[in-house]
């Protein structure tokens, strides 16, 4: 959805009079950036000298917010897709739409949980 469309596209439809994209949407792509200036700083520090004994710490470090950055990316498509699940769940069932709204609510926890693994 969002992760092969450009930036341009997210922020329109962001700033655009409809419920999705919305705040956890959005959320996750602050933390996806977070993450990957974070890769940023470790690609620019392997290698060098003067950081040599913690090479290894680094690339770890490089490897953990490589595989955060893409759960992120995920999540923003995810938030989307649960959300309108709800909208469209919302005069069926109840049981599918409690089932919808469990979904939904599950999102905003993963992109906690992985903001606060990439600290």
Do not use: C, W
Not at 33 to 51: C, H, I, P, Q, R
Not at 56 to 77: A, F, H, M, Y
């Amino acid at each position: 959805m969002y992760r092969n469309h450009s930036i341009k596209k997210y922020l329109d439809d962001l700033a655009a009079k409809k419920p999705a994209p919305g705040g956890g949407s959005a959320a996750a792509l602050a933390a996806a950036l977070g993450a990957a200036l974070l890769s940023m700083v470790a690609n620019f520090t392997v290698g060098k000298d003067k950081y040599k004994q913690f090479e290894q710490e680094i690339k770890g470090t490089l490897k953990k917010s490589e595989k955060i950055r893409k759960n992120l990316l995920e999540l923003v498509d995810l938030d989307v897709i649960t959300y309108n699940k709800v909208a469209k769940n919302k005069k069926k069932s109840l049981a599918l739409y409690q089932k919808s709204l469990k979904e939904a609510a599950n999102v905003p926890l993963k992109i906690t949980k992985n903001s606060i693994d990439a600290l």
